[in-house]
């Protein structure tokens, strides 16, 4: 079957860094999503992954390794606005989107 | 770019009406359109990927009968919830895909339903 896993929760300190961990087993890739969702409110688009490396994007950093199944979204001087569930989401050889079950990231003062 | 908007963003309704959710694309024409609901504490359930033009292919557990989903043009399409009973209440989300290589998807800010 496919799967995705992430944490179910996190907590980390304001200004700090955190590494939310994504693992996958799918039936074919064709990239990898990770989105930020606020509590009530839709998925945002963070990241897309598709070759092996670290992509960065301000404060926001994601990684992907094909081989080990694998990829981390990189937090750096988190804000207390990033508390939110990050979702990770991978892209199958149907070209459907297999979601995980998303990391709640708690920022504390 | 790339905004996708749907309406109502909320709605109450009573048991054993319908209710009608639109999703449009509004500064691009989306080839593919999803619809997912979400539980609280949840992550997202994909319930149908429609196409322009086409029957909506529904999920495995997803009534088809239930959730009617019409894609009539490729910047619109709505999910209708017949006969809503109160386990329908959910944030339903539609999003679009834009047909580029990524194969992003852009999501619209959800609905949320409460049948009472």
């Known amino acids: 079957g496919q799967n995705i896993d992430q944490p179910t929760e996190m907590t980390a300190t304001e200004g700090a860094i955190v590494q939310i961990n994504c693992t996958y087993q799918t039936s074919g890739f064709n990239g990898l999503f990770w989105y930020q969702q606020h509590a009530g409110e839709a998925p945002t688009f963070l990241s897309y992954?598709?070759l092996d490396g670290l992509e960065e994007k301000g404060r926001f950093s994601s990684f992907l390794s094909r081989s080990k199944g694998y990829s981390y979204l990189l937090l750096k001087e988190l804000q207390m606005k990033d508390s939110a569930s990050y979702l990770c989401a991978v892209t199958d050889s149907n070209y459907q989107l297999i979601w995980g079950a998303g990391t709640k990231l708690i920022i504390k003062p | 770019g790339a905004v996708v908007s749907q309406h109502p963003s909320r709605v109450i309704c009573k048991s054993g009406t319908s209710v009608k959710i639109e999703c449009r694309s509004l500064?691009?024409?989306?080839?593919?359109m999803f619809w997912y609901r979400q539980f609280p504490k949840q992550s997202l359930m994909l319930m149908a990927t429609s196409n322009e033009g086409s029957k909506a292919t529904y999920e495995q557990g997803v009534e088809k009968d239930k959730f009617l989903i019409n894609h009539a043009s490729l910047t619109l399409s709505t999910l209708t919830v017949t006969s809503a009973h109160p386990e329908d209440s959910s944030f339903y989300i539609c999003?679009?895909?834009?047909?580029?290589?990524?194969?992003?998807?852009?999501f619209g800010p959800g609905t949320r339903l409460t049948v009472t």
């Open positions: 999003s679009a895909h834009t047909g580029t290589s990524t194969y992003e998807q852009y």
């Open positions: 500064d691009f024409q989306a080839t593919t």
């Open positions: 992954n598709v």
